[in-house]
């Protein structure tokens, strides 16, 4: 079993919708959790970073932990054409050297 | 600007050749990694580097290498024993080694032609 999942999609979505991005976890020790976009040909860019549980909140993005279920979100509010591209999640522990990644998922918002 | 570069952008190698992909950052980070990603495998770590001088390898280091001479600097050789050299390499760091949160350049597409 793999330590991150995540469905590759492709996840397609008309502009102004609300998408929901989802990775669950096996490994229990993971505490810090952490969202790329990444635009194609390009680099990861983070745009979220949450420690443990709980929700965090930047402007249209919000992301949510669960770590009694080891699943975390990702929502985008009010959804923009800007937005397509592949997002990546990523954890590790309090002591990781490295970070854990899923294998991203590619989302289109089309106009 | 602060950041990570990445050089070349893209790159050509003939068979049985080596190549080196630069990557400078000036953020004065301590960490510093190289990532390979292909197309449905997601990122995977080929070295990291916590401090000058010294290095680990990753997941998938056979056949490429790494130096760490100066704190700003991580260039990755790709030797001519990588089997499957054709993908994208991307840079991060981080700014110590138990930060949580690493930053990536802007990648080097190698193809081997």
């Known amino acids: 079993q793999k330590e991150v999942e995540q469905d590759p999609g492709p996840l397609s979505v008309p502009e102004g919708a609300i998408v929901s991005l989802n990775c669950t976890y096996s490994?229990?020790?993971?505490?810090?959790f952490m969202w790329y976009r990444q635009y194609s040909r390009k680099g990861p860019e983070l745009l979220m970073y949450?420690?443990?549980?709980g929700n965090k909140e930047d402007g249209r993005f919000t992301a949510q932990v669960d770590k009694s279920s080891k699943y975390i979100s990702l929502f985008i509010r009010d959804s923009q054409p800007s937005d397509s591209a592949t997002y990546l999640c990523?954890?590790?522990?309090?002591?990781?050297?490295?970070?854990?990644f899923g294998k991203g998922t590619s989302l289109l918002v089309t106009p | 600007d602060g950041g990570i570069t990445q050089s070349p952008k893209y790159l050509f190698r003939k068979e049985g050749q080596n190549v080196t992909l630069s990557c400078e950052q000036n953020?004065?980070?301590?960490?510093m990694y190289w990532y390979r990603q292909d197309p449905g495998q997601g990122l995977r770590l080929i070295y990291y580097?916590?401090?000058?001088?010294?290095?680990q390898k990753g997941d998938i280091a056979e056949g490429y290498s790494v130096s760490r001479e100066k704190k700003e600097s991580f260039p990755l050789t790709v030797t001519s024993a990588q089997k499957n050299p054709t993908a994208f390499y991307l840079c991060?760091?981080?700014?110590?080694?138990?930060?949580?949160?690493?930053?990536f350049g802007e990648g080097s597409w190698l193809t081997v032609v």
């Open positions: 991060a760091s981080r700014a110590d080694f138990s930060g949580n949160t690493i930053y």
């Open positions: 490994n229990s020790a993971f505490q810090y």
């Open positions: 949450t420690y443990s549980s």
């Open positions: 990523a954890m590790n522990e309090n002591s990781g050297y490295a970070l854990n």
């Open positions: 953020l004065n980070h301590d960490a």
């Open positions: 580097s916590q401090i000058v001088n010294d290095f």
